[in-house]
């Protein structure tokens, strides 16, 4: 087997699998290398919320990127299922985001304005309103920010779809080979060795979530990331119980196809543990009750956690390395990673190719990196 | 809530599931009843292929009824999408039957004959023909009969894709709640005794696999069926190895999407044993690595077991009861469940609302149980 | 193989398994039959308190046979590990019933004087005693009755040990083997039929836990008992966090041995549903952090259920049934099993041997079954 | 929580464990550093034989290590027992090498020669004497090696046990946190950076398995070593079928307590990709099934991987860097690990605490290190 290909992507979760999709449709010889399983770390954890609006309570940097993002997920549903056979299970029902107190009904209140300023659905709904859409709504909930257009998908199947669409369009995808450094000369990048080998390319493009800086340290231009875990808990009805997201601070409730809703997620800064506490379960249980209270009679299923890159400024880093060229990065998603990872797949793609983009990425450079604090990364 | 119903249907797995939903659909006030988990049995064990003609070698008896139920897949896909939100997983490539013996070779093309002079198609490929549909064939393959029409689906997601859906649709499935006696009164069924309360229901379906007959040993109609144990292992790769299902006689590869293969299956007769032996993986292995040898660099995922409801004559029981008018009795499907659940839950709803179904059931009723000995079943 | 045996024993749980050992050591000809996998249900779901003062909260008619059969562990353990390897992972270092409220404290109190009455340790701790026991006690504990004989086994291991341990003297033990009926003669137990094969033998011993009284049902004594749910949960600790059982009302916590701790366990009546909820899990944990705060800091590992056997009067069917020679019960032993195996098996031996037991068997005949409610089973 | 620590032990395997388990118990204070779990890759895998001589088929620079070690376990295992509640699970039944083949027999015997003139215990059996011993050996066995001492523990138990103990004795230890960078000043090691903090010792002891030398990759010294995988696959039994450790030529079957048997493992050189392939287990069944034929009527309970540390010259690392004062290796003890642990964990702590060691430590210095090749490690 030849060890030179015009890209390699380190990293295989699902803004790898993106990019390594996006790079193998276009014709271009490809290699992903993940240190560990596909899929094992926060890809496979998440909830798979696009949730560009009730997320990103505005409209702020991110928010273009995000939207366009979610426009693209029926198109890529399609695609993914034609290509490698899995089925993304994309829901497009909307969301609802409950006030439960008069401080988050101002809130939500807020940021109805702003998306309709900007010419974004998203409404208010009485309580009245809100319980006729979705009749397990606590009677506490004072009202809810209605959002139609953000939907779920799984997070597992994109990962795995996006993976193995790479695979069939040509792409190599080698598990368990960690890359311990870059190869540079004069300024470039020319290739990565691996715990068990080394491979040349002109282009490497590190995807590794929270574990990317690693590599980047000895660089000029390091990253300003910080690990953040998440814990989730899952639980099985067998009869429909919820029709919407139900998305709040500190707690969403996801209600996946076949009886399966997804409860989400703790935020735990700075550590790589993958523990489940019992604290974070029980305060999870603690505010999913308060939202919904007959979903303490389902089954509990099980629970995990996931470790999510977050940066200091709470913006992903999308771009070139300023001082090696070749070199690109493309992290710092946070909780936003399984919604964000279409557009990043193809801007990333385009940057490889040196294409320009459709969206403008001057945020998200790496360039940014004058920061102070770490760990400041504010709401989102 | 009440404990009077239009239908009760005894047995939570995918004949159970299909006729709930059939009648559920239909409007029936419906109660399914299952003595453990939903889909824990033969139901979630199987591979979920349609080989309407690669496992029936001929144009036996159950081949009308085969041919339909593969026929309403693509119907029943779509449907239970949009009722459950849950994706069957049909893949409608094709199977191939490759001969590794003078003997197989003879029996294809024997089999080849019979289904052309029906008007179905099967063609024969010779070696060279085989490998270039399917290039990881064995160089030992004397040739393959081709059969365009006989796919797969996910069984568990099929099981539970008719379950949640008829409970979308108002059925009440309630588990771990075992059916202990049945209740009558001047030769008709009134109702049902469980291990927890009692139900009452003119109309009560037994469809609980290899343990239908438990609750028929009284009556004068028994079953004359037996449990066959089938072991089981799947594979997954990180690329395409196979596109046709392949299979043989004592082995199959079942290629689903995103990379794992399912490898099957076992015969064990009059056996509840569920436990996986050595001796059974080690077999299929063997088997396996003789049709596709490049298999076994693949990664061993898991294996497992199921008791499927295998009868006397090989045929399965689909009629009332010859005693009981109301009791109704769909079981002994042997190796065929997922492929003949669609077109069972249509008649079994048309039995019940007394409707003529479209297909003869003259040989599946339970009258023809003058049966003298077990375990002949012969080559099904 | 021969198909007649000296006794056959229906259940393969930790009752059966005590019985099964006891006859296997006394050189009988023992055939143990299990209708799923062994120690699938309560046995193993147990968390293995030999709470025989904590749990029966002064001295009534279980107490004796309770207080003996703990007495007999330290042997047990060493026969187990003797004769199969097993480690049943007896820990004995004693049990702390907190007091959170003056309710709990008098009945601690009252618990306290007639154990001392009857010669029995128990002692009164005050608060600070009891927290310089365990440091980890919530400061809202008023105190704790210190109960030093109440120690903890591994239930798994136990029951494995059990059955092992039989099956290394030469009884026949086997799995998916459902008892469908009893055969019997002239008022005699002869046999019994399952669901694959009939086995002769003049004593058969029903120890089916919740199951038991399907096969009883038909006999002039049926049991009066009822299926109890409970649900667990276990945290995993790095460093140790409780020396002692905690055992309160609705809730203990047994710290295992290398960092295991065990709580449990709810009570829901009458049902057979091993399901685990959130509502469960959610209560145990609320419980759990009231007594031992800092626990909320642990990993959650996993949460299970099992379904116990109560009966009307809270009393366990030990003997033989009034109309039938040679057909045994053990059952009913609610959330006791665990304890009362050893001498549930040596009495059953006994019995089943015509010997005279040392216990006084009298309150737990099948004959007190003229019992007319079922549920109000008490406080135990 | 202070930062300072006497010792600081990189690496939560059996290695790492047994050293932080020694230093804790003369006082000092420890910090043990995973990356992932504890016990999380070879020493779970391991098959927990203490084959000092079965495995090591003469008298090699590895035997007195290897003898000294297997004399420990009974002391520990009392020792672990006492002080974390843990069960190593020690067997010492002794170890049989069947010969199959002319030349195995003669390897055999040379082997007993050998031994016998060491004055060691080893014995040839004739194929009699063989299945007098172990009556389901195979018949085509032509006699086999009777090694008394070579036991078998838990691997995953003894691991546990060390660290347990060591985190009852007062060491931290802290998961999911991975050392980056070793610290160092004018030649001595001063600490260590992780994933997320720094910590203070003049003590570095790395016992991280296969993934040692990351750390070491820029030192002047650094190891040769390189991963092996092994995989194993488990069966369970409902009574005796094996007494002895049956060890062969590429394959060995360990019977576990309680009826499980361990059968391993493969070698694969040069990977540290965990997964289990179907390649691998098919191999170890046709081996073991040559072994012992009976065994395929087992159940196959579940398959797994373990990374090994192998080294050019198939000797560990057990020593102090020769440029690095304070900074200590201990592994490459490839298939060995679980054997050798508690004399690692003893001359290690006695090499922090500069003392003599027992043992002659010459073979396995760091400074031996002028190897040329890799991958020649011989029949180790």
């Not at 300023?117 to 909930?141: F, I, R």
């Not at 995990?304 to 690109?328: M, N, V």
């Not at 040196?354 to 604090?373: H, Q």
Request: aromatic letters at 6%; charged letters at 20%.
């Amino acid at each position: 087997m030849s060890k030179e290909y015009e890209a390699i992507i380190v990293g295989g979760g699902v803004i790898g699998g993106a990019i390594a999709y996006n790079l193998a449709k276009r014709g271009k010889k490809v290699l992903l290398l993940e240190k560990d399983r596909l899929a094992s770390q926060a890809s496979s954890a998440a909830a798979g919320m696009l949730a560009a609006q009730a997320e990103l309570s505005g409209c702020g940097q991110l928010f273009p990127l995000a939207k366009e993002s979610r426009r693209m997920f029926p198109f890529l549903e399609e695609e993914i299922k034609k290509v490698s056979g899995v089925d993304i299970q994309l829901v497009n029902k909307g969301t609802l985001k409950p006030a439960l107190t008069e401080a988050e009904e101002i809130a939500c209140k807020q940021s109805i304005e702003k998306y309709q300023e900007a010419g974004e659905q998203a409404d208010w709904l009485t309580a009245e309103q809100a319980k006729k859409l979705e009749p397990n709504l606590s009677c506490a909930v004072r009202g809810a920010m209605y959002i139609k257009k953000d939907g779920h998908v799984s997070a597992p199947h994109l990962t795995r779809g996006f993976l193995y669409a790479a695979a069939v369009l040509g792409a190599d995808i080698f598990e368990y080979e960690e890359v311990l450094s870059l190869q540079q000369q004069g300024g470039e990048i020319t290739g990565v060795n691996t715990s068990k080998s080394s491979y040349l390319s002109p282009n490497v493009i590190i995807a590794g979530g929270a574990w990317s800086d690693k590599l980047l340290k000895e660089t000029e231009a390091p990253l300003n990331t910080y690990p953040v875990k998440g814990e989730c808990f899952s639980l099985l009805i067998q009869k429909p119980l919820l029709s919407y997201t139900i998305f709040s601070d500190g707690c969403y409730l996801v209600p996946k196809s076949g009886g399966r809703i997804i409860v989400g997620a703790t935020v735990k800064q700075n550590t790589f543990d993958r523990t489940v506490t019992m604290k974070g379960i029980y305060s999870l249980m603690d505010k999913a009750k308060s939202l919904v209270p007959v979903i303490i009679n389902a089954e509990l299923e099980k629970a995990w956690a996931g470790i999510r890159p977050q940066t200091a400024d709470a913006l992903p880093y999308l771009g070139e390395h300023p001082a090696l060229e070749g070199l690109f990065v493309a992290t710092g998603h946070y909780r936003n990673g399984i919604l964000l990872s279409p557009i990043t797949g193809e801007v990333m793609a385009d940057l490889v190719e040196k294409k320009t983009t459709g969206v403008d990425l001057t945020p998200f450079r790496l360039e940014r990196n004058n920061m102070t604090s770490v760990g400041n990364g504010g709401s989102i």
